[in-house]
C-alpha cells in the first residue's frame, strides 16, 4: 500500500514561537552557532490504491484539512 | 432573540454562553448539537469556547468539518448573527467565515487573565450598545490566540473597517505591551465583511454579570438584543 509523507510547515513570514524557544533552548546548551529553527507538522498516510489519482487525491487532502493554505505551506512524497 | 449555541466535542463554555444568554439577558435560547443539520428557528448562533476536537491538527481545523457546519455556513449567507467566541473564532476562521488564522501565542504561554479591548466599530450588530472608543474588560483563556493574516488582508480589514476590538490598556492605548498573544494589529476581534459574523478572542459570557468582576461583556449580547433588553 503506497504510504505518502506528508511535511506542513509555517509559511517562512510566519513567526514560529514553538521553533523559536526551541532555538532558544539549544543556544543555552552551548550551540551558538545555531542560526534558526523551524518546526512543522509531519504526517503519514497510508491509502489504498483506487482509480482516483494519488497525487490528486493527497493534494486535496492537505487543501482541505491537512494544512492551513493562511498560514502554512506543505509538501509531499510517495514512497511505496 | 433566539440564540443557538453549537456544542462540539470538546466545547467547553457552551454553558457559560447560555447563562449569559437565557439567565442573565432572559432570551430564549437552545443548545445545537455538533451533529444536527438544521439551525430551526434561531436568530443568532454562538459557537462558544473550548478545545472541540481536542485542538487536534490545529484548533478549529476540524469542527470545521461537523455537519452543524453546513446549516452555520447558509446561515450565515443569508446574513443569520453568527458570534464565535475563543475557540470558535478560531473555528470561523478555519472555516473561511472570516478571514486569516490564530497560531500560537507568541510567547507560548497559555494567557488566562483580564485584558482590556477597545472597540474600534460601535455600529455593528455585536457592539452597538458600545460607544466607539470605549474599552471594554474581559478576560482570555487561550493558548492560540495570535490572530495572523498577510499584509493584503490586513489592509483590506483595516480599509473596510472590520476589525472590532483591539488589545489595549485600561485607558484605551494600543501598544505591544498591551497585546497579549502578538496578534497582527493587536486585533482581538474582527468581523467579515457584510458585518453579520463576528469572532474574538475574550471571553464577553464570562464578564457578563458583576459576580464576575466585569459587566462589559455583557454589552455584547446587548448589543445583539438591539440594547433594548434588561437584565433579569
Known amino acids: 500500500m503506497p504510504k505518502v509523507k506528508v511535511y506542513v510547515k509555517l509559511k517562512p513570514k510566519v513567526l514560529d514561537a514553538q521553533g523559536q524557544q526551541v532555538r532558544n533552548a539549544l543556544h543555552t546548551l552551548g550551540y551558538e552557532n545555531l542560526d534558526g529553527v523551524r518546526m512543522g507538522r509531519y504526517i503519514e498516510l497510508d491509502i489504498a490504491p483506487s482509480d482516483r489519482d494519488l497525487q490528486d487525491e493527497v493534494r486535496e487532502m492537505c487543501d482541505k484539512l491537512l494544512a492551513n493554505p493562511v498560514m502554512e505551506d506543505y509538501t509531499f512524497e510517495v514512497a511505496e | ?232
Open chain 2, 1 to 232: 432573540m433566539k440564540f443557538g449555541v453549537v456544542v462540539f466535542p470538546g466545547s467547553n463554555c457552551d454553558r457559560d454562553c447560555i447563562h449569559a444568554t437565557e439567565t442573565v439577558l432572559g432570551q430564549p435560547t437552545r443548545l445545537i448539537w455538533h451533529q444536527e443539520t438544521s439551525l430551526g428557528d434561531v436568530e443568532c448562533v454562538a459557537l462558544p469556547g473550548g478545545f472541540s476536537y481536542g485542538d487536534y491538527l490545529r484548533t478549529g481545523a476540524i469542527a470545521r468539518f461537523s455537519p452543524v457546519m453546513g446549516a452555520i455556513q447558509r446561515f450565515a449567507a443569508e446574513g443569520g448573527l453568527v458570534i464565535g467566541i475563543c475557540n470558535g473564532f478560531q473555528i470561523l476562521c478555519e472555516s473561511h467565515l472570516l478571514p486569516g488564522a490564530l497560531l500560537q501565542n507568541a510567547g507560548l504561554r497559555f494567557r488566562c487573565r483580564a485584558v482590556h479591548t477597545r472597540v474600534e466599530d460601535a455600529a455593528t450588530p455585536f457592539t452597538r450598545a458600545c460607544r466607539e472608543g470605549e474599552v471594554l474588560e474581559m478576560p482570555i483563556a487561550h493558548h492560540g490566540g495570535r490572530y495572523h493574516a498577510d499584509a493584503e488582508t490586513l489592509a483590506q480589514l483595516e480599509a473596510n473597517g472590520q476589525v472590532v476590538l483591539r488589545y489595549c490598556d485600561a485607558n484605551g492605548m494600543v501598544s505591544p505591551d498591551a497585546n497579549p498573544n502578538g496578534s497582527a494589529r493587536s486585533i482581538a476581534g474582527i468581523r467579515n465583511r457584510a458585518g453579520n459574523v463576528f469572532g474574538l478572542m475574550p471571553h464577553p459570557e464570562r464578564a457578563s454579570e458583576s459576580a464576575l468582576g466585569s459587566v462589559d461583556g455583557r454589552r455584547i449580547f446587548e448589543s445583539l438584543v438591539s440594547g433594548a433588553v434588561k437584565a433579569v
